[in-house]
């Protein structure tokens, strides 16, 4: 059986890093949902977590968020540990099927206005109806910048 070493492990992976002034770009293999995927030590791992690995001479213990919101970017300083619920909170995307093209913002059919809502510890909180898509972005906005830990994407 063939076997590499970790010091040529790692210079794979690094020549496989395109640093910007931002973000460090991971441009090796990805898996479907556009994270790199690094071998080290004879496993595959994501890439991020094969940088925070190489930065820090441990493995995370929990999930990796991408305070840049890159989901390309290794540079360990645009990493933090999270948990799940953390993780699921700061995620910028909205439903391709949102009528109103904001996360948290939907169509109440039954009163002809905007609802917002979010989740939080996995239960639905609504935060009120609204006439105009602005002021509902607005209130759910304000709520989860109360509410959840992590929400960068609103502060």
């Known amino acids: 059986m063939f076997r590499t070493s970790p010091e040529r492990d790692t210079a794979i992976f690094w020549r496989r890093v395109e640093k910007t002034d931002s973000c460090w770009n991971y441009t090796g293999p990805q898996d479907g949902a556009g994270y790199g995927r690094a071998s080290i030590h004879e496993k595959r791992h994501l890439a991020h977590r094969v940088s925070w690995f190489l930065a820090y001479g441990v493995w995370p213990k929990r999930n990796l968020d991408h305070i840049c919101r890159n989901t390309h970017c290794v540079r360990p300083d ?47 909180i609504h935060v009120g109806r609204f006439d105009t898509i602005p002021k509902a972005v607005a209130a759910v906005q304000e709520a989860r910048r109360r509410i959840h830990t992590h929400n960068d994407l609103d502060r």
Not at 79 to 108: C, F, H, I
Request: glycine letters at 4%; zero cysteines.
């Open 78 to 124: 645009h990493l933090r540990e999270v948990t799940q619920v953390e993780n699921m909170e700061n995620l910028p995307v909205t439903s391709a099927r949102s009528k109103s093209g904001y996360r948290g913002v939907v169509w109440d059919k039954v009163n002809k206005r905007w609802r917002a809502q979010l989740m939080h510890n996995r239960r639905m």
